[in-house]
């Protein structure tokens, strides 16, 4: 919604919680791809990107109305994808204890390279040695969230933000060496 | 060329042979740390996982959601059930237990009657 402006989301947005079709499609489709890029970073899964994004959507049309500020709009439906992204990860895992041989299943490398840049594919690799928390604190950086903002979806101070802030990049910047190309 | 000289000049030149081929591209890359045009490629790549129609998709899917009775409700009707079930259950149960006593009760009078009437033929 870069090109929006605040009182035209906010307008948008609440004609969403009054049930307005028209309204919640233009919400979708104004975010559709920065929520998909969201869950893709966190997840490190682009088989996962449509189908949790989808998921993200349902819980927002269905939510909406309850959002009492309309104009925190973005801080929240970017929590509602953290959240739904985060919850995945867990029942994953989860399922894991109980599928042993799950994992091989799940976790088929994708196809590094094949159509992915150098720098992507180099992004993607760095990403993935990183807990899915600090995927999930770049991605929230990467959407412009401010530290503050990210404290109230975080749920904990600024200071606790800027630190585990600067240990993320210092990881993704560990690992983003490009050891894996050819 | 003195022969130290000759010999540095030939170490550094086994040991370049195992730098690979983009060797300072590669370590500024790992000083600075992704660029905003990966993350940006990132995001590109997740946009073009959504297929075509995605927001009727949400909608359709949010509005069969919607339709389908929520956890509360269940749990709700559940209890209700479950409550009109004891109900039922409790008042059969004193219903035979008052069928029971008045059975009894209609039989010791019986035997009362009976008692009674010995007594007086007796006397």
Redesign the interface.
Known sequence: METTSPTALTDLVRRAQKGD?DA??EL??SY???V??????ITNR??Y??DL??QV??KM??ALDRLQAPAQFESWLFRLARNTCIDQLRRQKLRRIFLPFGEEHENIPEPAGA???E??D???H?LAQLRPQDRALLALV?EGRSHAEISEILETSVAAVKARLHRA?EH??EH???TH?T | MKPEDRAWADLQRQAAVHLRHGFAD?VL???????A???R???????A???PG??????R??RR??DLPSLSSQLALSAATAALCLGAVLYFHNRALEQADARNLAEWQKIVDAAREIDTSGL
């Open positions: 079709e919640q499609r979708i489709v559709q791809h920065r998909a890029g969201f869950v893709y970073a682009s088989d990107v449509e994004s989808q959507f349902i049309v269905r159509v992915d840049t720098e992507l180099a992004l993607r760095a990467q990049r993704l910047r983003y060496q490009p190309e | 590669r890359r790992a000083a600075r740390g992704p660029r045009t990966a993350w490629q990132l995001y590109e790549a997740a946009a996982r959504l297929r995605f927001a009727e998709r949400v909608l899917a949010a959601v919607a």
